[in-house]
């Protein structure tokens, strides 16, 4: 029964109680779910997310079968299959910077700006190729980490000396860059062609090499994909077989822990919101090296949204969010197509919308579930074990 | 159960008393059996169907809104309507009022419960279930948050209730508690009953040892084992809070190889801020502070916990584990630069999966297996991986604060043996306490802190509960508390 008693004590929530096993950790995904499950509610979600598009298709005189038909035939092509994997890796590179703050309870929702910032001052350099061929594109590389890293440093700085929440700071810091970039773009690293304010284009020599993955098309994939797996790796045994990993984690789970551990909490919050500056400083890369070689306002925006979406699909998983990041991919790049039969495309937003929530909620009741079976067992055990163990030890 | 009669039900953690109590409440379905209300069998599947029957449930830890006022927290969820729409304030506080008189519980409707003290927030609590119709009512654990004159207040409200007419379900394993306030008594051990007994021909022994099953342990240590060499020296360490006002006022004192320093005092005192202090979690100014003849006073908790400094929190939920971690995990949590856990900055998992594998079998901790998480423990398995936890970083002191609290029996006699064991292999421990058998069981020497300040060293080898409890409140200052 007292494992009863614990877990009432923590759905019970004792005022400021450590944060241990809330709502939001269950959200954010620090709380691990295992086994069938983990794969069941994100499958159940999607499934759930469609029948409500149906639905909606429906009220709108649309039929949801020729909708989806439309959706999968268009995203099965070749040419969409090369565009949906490029996308994706910028949409996994960007979510692993949300997940990174995400594992220890920080909201950094100033990817978007943090990854926009880089870019332009990554493309400014780059174009201005100081260094020749493949240094230059590891110049570009490290200036885009460093960017984000600082831009997304200053929350974290703000953050522990002044109390100021990463939410609010990093949203301001969105701002500041969209301003920034724009008067960097127009005074220092613009130039017009035209009408089109662009940087320089980045030296032929120092592009990003595509691959020839998908047969039937021209298009090439992005070679940054591998970039993005290797992110992916190093995300998975950064968090999970480092000391900074566990001490990241620890910090999430429990901050008073931490702290009674030995854990300095504050300088992992800045280290934490550095790492995961860096991370998205490279989301941007993807299109700087690979596409289109240089910054102009066709750069596509909101991709630091985009990952907090994955992320939260994903539940920080590194597989799971690559597997959010392509369907995020999918949809959005199949979405043009629906409009050959007459269905506005921002359906796929909805859908989009109405997958992130009901995963949200399909994790939340596996979760419960699990916490049952798991003290259950706990109780069972217990009991089996011989009486006067406890007393005579 | 008898109308009228406040009956309680003792027994160790684990033994079934929540789960007894969430079946009655409707939060769990039993799977065989039935319960009768008034004669009549009931079925409950939710915890509304318990409060149309009568049975109001007080939770061991408060569910009320801090920012909303009494009023609003009693009646939320079943507010009065007038009109169909509006609240209907001026019935809510009638009625609030009526039950607030007809029970003698004081309460004024019209503070914000944030400032409310523990004591009243406990009548609020009680106060929502009667506004809610409940003639039965289930208190969890209520004096688990209580200082010893609420827990007077308390039980005075509960006999006033009782008088009324009510019936009370009392669950605690604070036996001296239950055998002052009982009329009836039933102890459980391992989901069935196993004595119903009547109060009045109980010892607290007596009704410990129907809990456990067996003859009690007891915390006594046998022949001394202090020596001369000085593990811990505190000098005039004061702690103050934002308000400049000390907490902890000029504290010293010398800890020995082999010797258990025990400090006593009503909760409250500065013991708290004391240990955080010594662990370096809270910012303090110390005169001087000594471990193993090192300087430690710029020390950092990681650093202090590295130089042999093994430390059992107070609030082991909050503190002492990462609830949602699997147990291996936890086993590193506060070792996490030391082996075997870690090799440079890699986590050896192997490693540290073998060494929670071994502290699992050493201290007897029940569990399914290291991946369990630690929250599906009972609060005793919890701290018998948090003891075995400190006791394997090799520490030269070990800071216990309230090692024992919260466990049942078995576990407590379990971490009272690895402690006196430690002792005897040359650990100095600190040791704070709310339990005064245990503290003059286990200690080789007392301190009593008051107020932030050590007031009067007691030797333990002479000293009663009883004197040791009025030193605790100064000595007759009544307003200690």
């Not at chain 1, 998205?280 to 907090?308: H, Q, R, V």
């Not at chain 1, 009901?358 to 009991?383: C, K, N, P």
């Not at chain 2, 410990?208 to 593990?231: F, K, N």
Request: a negative charge; charged letters at 20%.
């Amino acid at each position: 029964m007292s494992e009863r008693d614990e877990a009432a004590e923590r759905g019970g929530g004792r005022p400021g109680a450590g944060g241990a096993g809330g709502f939001r950790d269950r959200l954010l995904g620090r709380v691990r779910l295992s086994g069938w499950l983990a794969l069941a509610a994100p499958l159940l979600a999607v499934l759930f997310a469609a029948l409500i598009t149906s639905v909606v298709l429906l009220i709108a005189g649309s039929s949801p079968l020729a909708a989806f038909d439309t959706l999968v035939e268009y995203g099965s092509q070749p040419r969409t299959m090369a565009v949906i994997l490029n996308n994706a890796t910028m949409y996994y590179i960007s979510a692993l910077a949300v997940a990174v703050g995400f594992r220890m309870n920080l909201f950094n929702i100033g990817v978007d700006g943090q990854y926009r910032l880089a870019a332009v001052v990554a493309a400014g350099v780059g174009g201005a190729a100081l260094l020749p061929g493949v240094l230059n594109i590891v110049l570009v590389l490290v200036v885009a980490v460093l960017v984000g890293a600082l831009w997304a440093g200053i929350a974290g700085l703000l953050k522990v000396k002044r109390g100021v929440s990463e939410v609010i700071a990093t949203i301001m810091l969105n701002a500041i860059a969209t301003g920034l970039a724009s008067w960097l773009m127009s005074n220092h690293l613009g130039v017009l062609t035209g009408n089109d304010l662009a940087t320089r284009p980045i030296p032929e020599g120092s592009r990003m090499p595509g691959m020839e993955l998908i047969a039937g098309t021209p298009k090439l994939v992005n070679g940054f994909l591998v970039v993005a797996i290797i992110l992916g790796i190093a995300y998975y045994v950064l968090l999970n077989r480092t000391r900074f990993g566990f001490e990241l984690r620890a910090t999430g789970m429990s901050e008073p822990a931490a702290l009674a551990s030995g854990i300095g909490v504050k300088r992992m919050v800045v280290t934490t919101m550095v790492v995961s500056g860096a991370v998205a400083g490279l989301a941007g890369m993807p299109e700087l090296l690979g596409e289109t070689y240089k910054y102009s306002n066709n750069f596509p925006a909101g991709l630091g949204f985009d990952g907090i979406a994955i992320a939260l699909l994903g539940r920080n998983n590194p597989v799971g969010m690559a597997l959010g990041a392509l369907l995020w991919s999918f949809l959005g790049n199949s979405s043009d197509s629906l409009q050959m039969i007459n269905i506005s495309k921002e359906t796929v937003d909805i859908m989009k919308g109405v997958t992130v929530l009901s995963v949200i909620i399909a994790y939340e009741l596996v979760h419960r579930y699990r916490i049952i079976a798991e003290q259950r067992r706990a109780g069972q055990e217990t009991a089996a074990s011989p009486a006067a163990e406890g007393a005579a030890a | 159960m008898t109308k009228g009669q406040i009956h309680a039900i003792v027994g160790e953690n684990g033994a079934g008393k929540s789960t007894l109590m969430k079946i009655l409440y409707g939060m769990q379905r039993p799977d065989e059996g039935e319960i009768r209300v008034d004669g009549k069998p009931v079925v409950f599947h939710t915890p509304a169907d318990a409060i149309a029957a009568g049975i109001g449930m007080v939770h061991q830890h408060f569910m009320l809104a801090d920012n909303l006022t009494v009023l609003e927290n009693v009646i939320l969820g079943s507010e009065p309507r007038r009109g169909g729409v509006a609240i209907d304030f001026r019935a809510a506080r009638k009625k609030i009022k009526e039950i607030s008189d007809a029970y003698g519980l004081a309460i004024r409707p019209d503070v914000p419960v944030e400032e409310l003290g523990v004591g009243d927030r406990q009548r609020v609590e009680i106060l929502k279930v009667l506004y809610r119709g409940a003639r039965i009512l289930i208190l969890d654990e209520p004096t688990a948050v209580l200082v010893p004159h609420e827990v007077d207040e308390l039980f005075e409200n509960l006999r006033g209730l009782v008088r009324e007419g009510l019936t009370i379900l009392f669950i605690s394993h604070k036996l001296d508690e239950v055998l002052r306030v009982a009329d009836a008594i039933t102890v459980i051990r391992r989901g069935t009953t196993v004595a119903s007994v009547d109060p009045r021909d109980m010892t607290a022994r007596h009704l410990a040892e129907l809990m456990v099953g067996s003859e009690l342990p007891s915390p006594e240590t046998r022949e001394s084992t202090v020596t001369d060499s000085v593990v811990l020296s505190v000098g005039d360490l004061t702690v103050r809070d934002i308000d400049g006002r000390a907490i902890v006022d000029g504290v010293g004192f010398d800890i020995h190889r082999g010797e258990v320093l025990g400090i006593a005092g009503v909760e409250g005192n500065g013991q708290a801020e004391l240990v955080e202090a010594l662990m370096g979690i809270r910012p303090c100014t110390v005169g001087s502070l000594t471990l193993d003849g090192k300087d430690i006073t710029g020390w950092s908790t990681l650093k202090r916990r590295e130089g042999g400094i093994g430390y059992i929190p107070e609030d082991r939920h909050r503190h002492g584990l990462l609830l949602e971690a699997p147990l291996w995990e936890n086993r590193i949590l506060g070792h996490q630069t030391r082996r075997p856990n870690v090799k440079g900055i890699w986590i050896d998992r192997t490693a540290a999966r073998d060494d929670t594998q071994r502290i699992v079998e050493a201290y007897d901790v029940r569990t399914p297996g290291i991946d369990t998480a630690a929250a599906a423990l009972s609060g005793g398995n919890q701290q018998k991986l948090i003891v075995g936890r400190e006791m394997s970083g090799d520490p030269v002191l070990l800071i216990a604060s309230h090692p024992t609290r919260g466990v049942d029996v078995g576990a407590q006699a379990a971490i009272w043996d690895h402690l006196r064991a430690a002792r005897a292999a040359g650990l100095a421990v600190l040791l704070i306490s709310a339990d005064l058998d245990e503290l003059i069981g286990l200690s080789d020497s007392l301190k009593v802190i008051l107020r932030g300040r050590i007031v009067a060293d007691v030797d333990p080898a002479n000293v009663t509960p009883e004197q040791l409890g009025s030193a605790m409140t100064g000595a007759g200052e009544a307003a200690a508390q």
